[in-house]
């Protein structure tokens, strides 16, 4: 369950989280293998959150505020907390 994995899948619903990677892998793999209502609902449910988060206008959006952040930096306006690479 690395980083920012678990604020984009949703335990259960359009995935599986597991704390270890071979042996959770593997049962969620058999999981879902064996169950066609699983994986048509998890599919369902990855598509509408695909569909509705992940628009075009917001990649802008958060596109435009990367480089505003980054251009405050370079600008001396601010401080990133090592964000973006950046010290």
């Known amino acids: 369950r690395p980083g920012d ?24 793999l ?11 609902r998890m599919g369902q449910a990855g598509r509408e959150r695909a569909l509705k988060e992940l628009t075009l206008d917001r990649m802008l959006r958060e596109t435009e505020r990367v480089y505003h952040e980054v251009l405050q930096e370079v600008r001396g306006e601010r401080k990133m907390k090592g964000k973006y690479g950046v010290a």
């Open 30 to 40: 058999r999981k879902f293998i064996a169950d066609p209502k699983l994986r048509r």
């Open 5 to 28: 994995i678990p604020k984009l899948v949703e335990d259960g619903a359009i995935g599986f989280l597991f704390p270890s990677w071979v042996h959770g892998f593997s049962r969620s």
